[in-house]
């Protein structure tokens, strides 16, 4: 089983940039493909961006694009969501998850769960 922990949410201003880490507790974390997802309260839990195993192959939600970046380190059992350009509509928990296949975008298709960090974007 694979224990998840997010950090480096908080409170920035539209426009900051903000890193947000996924740390793993196995040393077979290099076994998953990893996501981040973010939820706003009262709403489903929507992908931000993938990850493969070997970190070679990326996906990054529409909403994102061309300001988020998803990178993983294998030797330290981390994964790194790089957001720039931040905005109000992406306030929201962001949490990450572990799963089988980088192309797996729904929430039910990962197995293992951080839980969550909170990212607020004042306008």
């Known amino acids: 089983q694979v224990q998840l922990v997010e950090s480096g949410g908080g409170v920035v201003q539209a426009g900051d940039s903000l890193r947000l880490s996924c740390a793993a507790s196995e040393r077979t974390f290099n076994n998953y493909a990893i996501a981040w997802f973010r939820q706003v309260l009262g709403k489903e839990r929507d992908v931000v961006a993938t990850?493969?195993?070997?970190?070679?192959?990326?996906i990054i939600g529409n909403s994102v694009k061309g300001r988020f970046t998803i990178s993983r380190d294998n030797a330290k059992n981390t994964v790194y969501l790089q957001m720039n350009s931040l905005k109000s509509e992406d306030t929201a928990i962001y949490y990450c998850?572990?799963?089988?296949?980088?192309?797996?975008?729904?929430?039910?298709?990962?197995?293992?769960w951080g839980q969550g960090t909170q990212v607020i974007v004042s306008s």
């Open positions: 998850a572990a799963g089988r296949q980088f192309s797996f975008t729904r929430p039910n298709d990962y197995d293992y």
């Open positions: 990850i493969s195993r070997s970190g070679k192959s990326t």
